[in-house]
């Protein structure tokens, strides 16, 4: 037997209802009886109900408007229609429009018990269907949240805890950190996850369009508007709104943006007509919109009415060793959709990935995987893989020598290898300041024969001034 369930029992006529009432509530069930349409309104209004079981004909109404209003207030109500013989074609056609099962009177109340059954286990092998897809769509978006630095453990920690709230989020950091990313899961986590994801970046559209992006627009409000449009707001309607760049929107859409978060309505361009909308937003910016209400570029209400819920998504730079996994998973991703096969990355050029200082974050790193699986195709990434820019003295050294190696017939062995050799030594003892111990870690190497060489060579550390 199913667990105990709600039930809203719809009936005028007493006999029936009452011997009704009494066999579900003896299967322990929680029975609310209505006599009327009105008073089964009012029960709705007031209380969930795991099943409705409603008569087609009742004094003041029909069960089949019941249907219909239930299913929109609450779209997971069972519904079981009872109708008389005359009455067989219309609750067929209910059954089309979204009654989950009916019986003719007379019936037998234990084939009524039987179907609540049934349905009450339809019910809940939906809802662990629902709640399945649910966490295997926040499991997928968490993959692009990757890493194990505790910044990231903090994101994903409160994106589970902000899944069901429709607070509004502000989400601010670097360009290139994944800001959308974090809105996507901030949306898929919750209760909205099967409604519109709406995305738009207020940076990249001229202010002059992005009203109408924003709001939509009627025919004949501007030169061009052939035909009425709906606005991003309006096609987010009981989804989200991802607002991205944020701090880049004129001071005049600031105020409309204003009334939007206040007033959960606007008039789209050339409208007097006032739309409503139940929508989430989610905000996110590059900038400091601290320093951007003090400079008169950003309204500091519309900040406070933004900043209900803030997120800081960490730049790359700060986040340790979760750059060797994204590498790993960019590498992956990458020789699937080319049909590559780079097989790793060589100590020299993971040091010196570790090291940049990426300005682009993780879409940087993106890009740069994308190139090197598409240009290179197979084998492991080296230093002469890497841009310029990314590489320190002794890397740039060591790639210097492999590029002019190329341009002689033969060479002195020794004496570039004694040559590379001094370049790497001084280049890590550069790098840590001087400092033996750390520098000799770094190459892999006993501090003592570290000091030796030093010694042999002549290296010196640069006299302060």
Known sequence: ??????????????????????????????????????????????????????????????????????????????IILITGYAEVD???????????????????????????EALLKKRQLQQDHHA??????????????????????????????????????????????????????????????????????????????????????????????????????EVANRGTIFLDEI??????????????LQERCFEPVGSHQSISVDVRVIAATH?????????????????????????????????????????????NKFNHEKKSSISGISDVAEHAVIRYGWPGNVRELQNLMERVTTLKRSGIIDIEDLPSRMLDSGERAQRGFMIELEDHDEVDFKGIVDEFESHLILSALERFDWNKNRAAKFLSMNRTTLVEKIKKKGLKAPVEL
Do not use: W
């Open 1 to 78: 037997m199913s667990k105990t369930a709600y039930l809203l029992l719809v009936d005028d006529e007493e006999d029936l209802r009452l011997t009704i009432q009494e066999s579900l509530e003896q299967a322990n069930h929680h029975v609310t009886t209505a006599t009327n349409a009105m008073r089964a309104r009012e029960a709705v209004s007031h209380g969930k109900f795991d099943i409705a079981v409603l008569d087609i004909r009742l004094p003041d109404g029909s069960g089949v408007d019941l249907l219909h209003e239930f299913k929109e207030i609450d779209p997971n109500m069972g």
């Open 90 to 116: 219309t609750a067929v056609e209910a059954i089309r429009l979204g009654a989950d099962d009916f019986l003719k009177k007379p019936f037998d109340h234990d084939e009524l018990l039987v179907r609540v």
């Open 132 to 233: 399945l897809k649910k966490q295997l769509a926040t499991s997928d978006n968490e993959k692009m949240l990757i890493g194990q630095s505790r910044g990231m453990q903090k994101i994903r920690e409160m994106a589970h805890l902000l899944g069901d709230s429709d607070s509004t989020v502000l989400i601010s950091g670097e360009s290139g950190t994944g800001k959308e990313v974090l809105a996507n899961l901030l949306h898929k986590s919750g209760s909205r996850a099967n409604k519109p994801f709406v995305s738009i970046n207020c940076g990249a559209i001229p202010e002059e369009l992005l009203e109408s992006e924003l709001f939509g627009h009627v025919k004949g409000a501007f030169t061009g508007a052939v035909k009425s449009r709906p606005g991003r707001f």
């Open 247 to 260: 701090g880049d929107m004129s001071a005049k859409l600031q105020v409309k943006l204003l009334r939007v």
């Open 287 to 331: 900038r400091d919109l601290e320093e951007e209400i003090e400079k008169g570029n950003f309204r500091q209400d519309l900040y406070y009415r933004l900043n209900v819920i803030p997120m800081r998504l960490p730049p790359l730079r700060e986040r340790g060793e979760d750059i060797l996994q994204l590498v790993n998973h960019f590498l």
